[in-house]
């Protein structure tokens, strides 16, 4: 997304990381990009992984049940 916007002239800003990028193509740039994008990806990862662990978790205990894991 933000390669799509900085194609388009549009500067995009990371407030927290004070990062901003303006679709220069700087190296340096491209690279912080490229880190963010895998730290998301990993993240997301971690979370999908932790939230079929506790599904699982609750099923053997027999807390969950149901196509739509609905508590009894």
């Known amino acids: ?3 799509e916007l900085t194609s388009e002239g549009i500067a995009v800003a990371f407030i927290k990381e004070r990062l901003t990028f303006r679709g220069n193509d700087a190296p340096v740039d491209t690279l ?3 880190m963010l ?3 998301a990806a990993l ?3 971690l979370i999908r ?3 079929r662990e506790g599904i699982a978790i609750e099923t053997t205990n027999g ?3 149901g196509r739509h ?3 009894r």
């Open 1 to 3: 997304m933000v390669r």
């Open 32 to 34: 912080m990009l490229t």
């Open 37 to 39: 994008d895998a730290f």
């Open 43 to 45: 993240e997301r990862s």
């Open 49 to 51: 992984q932790r939230e």
């Open 63 to 65: 807390r969950l049940r």
């Open 69 to 71: 894991g609905m508590r």
